[in-house]
């Protein structure tokens, strides 16, 4: 293991270690909350974890763990909290996996001692996610939750040096870029997400028409319909493409469209298995751009979505390794690994811990 679960509150308590110098690193997902207590290794012990997903919530849990769980102890050195959403000011914050009634967040309401303003940090959910992939690449580790996904014959895993660029399928989230500059680790969070995705057959010419004809309806504050990352890459983009393709009269939701499809690898006729390919060469697709663009040394697909259906991925292992070498540039992207996450791991949350238990160090 990169960082070790040392156990929760109560395993702190009995510990009776004093921690004159710890960390605290924050996951807000859409419907869950993880609140952890790092040691200066980046070990770590869950203080809370709880369902969430308005700022109210948010706030009154994180004052009962200030006024409880960290009664006994100073404040901590810093502090990292991951979430998604666009920061609206230089305090305010719009949460887009929370209700829209309750969904902006200024970071002044934020329990002081448990969010130090001084030593704040806050990133976003795939930024986070790339930093948890620095440990492992550190320690050499990646293989523990990565498989060689393509795999060029002269590469010999992920190194210090170079640029990585990092995907989560199923999120909408744009890419992530690892690089190494001044003796660390570094992360840039770009907006590849908004790349526009062309159509590379008859067959998918026409889908992308209909979901282009189908969109303004639904995102009615758009002008422009033609296709990006996001609409066909994150959850949406699964029934988007489904809804589109089928040739049944079926309403699937993206869940069951992936359930399906996974019960259902061999039938490659089945509109679950059609959507779910098309959505992971879109995937690819953006990967091969980026990489290229980028002129990248390997790229990680990360996420919870990825992992789940790794039954199907690797059903069309070989169209996607097709999918990222069609390109002009084959001769580049023939030499770039391809790494899929492979168990489940909250990335994020390891990405905070790294993120708060370093950043001190090099500021």
Same mark, same amino acid.
């Given at each position: 293991m990169v960082y070790v679960k040392l156990g929760d509150y109560k395993d702190l308590v009995e510990s009776k270690s004093n921690y004159d110098k710890y960390y605290i690193a924050i996951d807000i997902g859409g419907t869950n909350t993880r609140v952890v207590f790092a040691t200066y290794n980046g070990d770590y012990y869950v203080l809370k974890e709880f369902p969430c997903s308005n700022v109210t919530c948010l706030i009154n849990n994180l004052k009962d763990i200030e006024e409880n769980e960290l009664k006994q102890f100073n404040t901590p050195v810093a502090c990292s909290i991951d979430l998604a959403g666009p920061r609206l000011s230089q305090y305010e914050i719009k949460l887009t996996n929370y209700h829209v009634d309750d969904c902006h967040l200024n970071l002044m309401q934020l329990p002081k001692k448990i969010c130090p303003p001084q030593t704040l940090y806050i990133l976003n959910d795939l930024e986070s996610g790339a930093y948890g992939i620095i440990p492992y690449i550190q320690r050499k580790m990646t293989r523990e939750i990565f498989t060689d996904f393509i795999h060029p014959s002269e590469t010999k895993g992920p190194s210090s040096s170079g640029i990585y660029i990092v995907l989560a399928a199923g999120t909408g989230l744009g890419v992530g870029i690892i690089y190494y500059s001044a003796g660390e680790f570094r992360v840039i969070a770009s907006e590849f997400g908004h790349i526009s995705l062309v159509p590379l057959t008859p067959e998918e010419e026409v889908i992308f028409e209909k979901i282009k004809k189908y969109l303004p309806s639904i995102e009615t504050t758009r002008s422009n319909f033609n296709l990006e990352y996001e609409d066909l890459v994150s959850g949406r983009g699964i029934k988007y493409i489904f809804d589109n393709i089928k040739t049944c009269t079926r309403d699937l939701t993206s869940a069951e469209i992936a359930k399906e499809a996974n019960e259902c690898?061999?039938?490659?006729?089945?509109?679950?298995?059609? %959507?779910?390919?098309?959505?992971?060469?879109?995937?690819?697709? %953006? %990967?091969?751009?980026?990489?290229?663009?980028?002129?990248?040394?390997? %790229?990680?697909?990360?996420?919870?979505?990825?992992?789940?259906?790794?039954?199907?991925?690797?059903?069309?292992?070989?169209?996607?390794?097709?999918?990222?070498?069609?390109?002009?540039?084959?001769?580049?992207?023939s030499k770039i690994p391809v790494y899929v996450q492979k168990d489940i791991m909250n990335l994020n949350l390891i990405g905070c811990i790294y993120y708060a238990t370093t950043r001190m160090l090099n500021d």
């Open positions: 690898t061999g039938d490659r006729t089945n509109d679950c298995v059609r %959507a779910l390919t098309l959505h992971y060469k879109c995937l690819f697709r %953006a %990967a091969k751009e980026t990489s290229v663009g980028l002129f990248s040394s390997g %790229a990680f697909m990360i996420g919870d979505n990825i992992v789940r259906n790794k039954v199907f991925v690797n059903s069309v292992h070989q169209d996607l390794e097709d999918e990222f070498k069609n390109h002009p540039k084959l001769e580049w992207l």
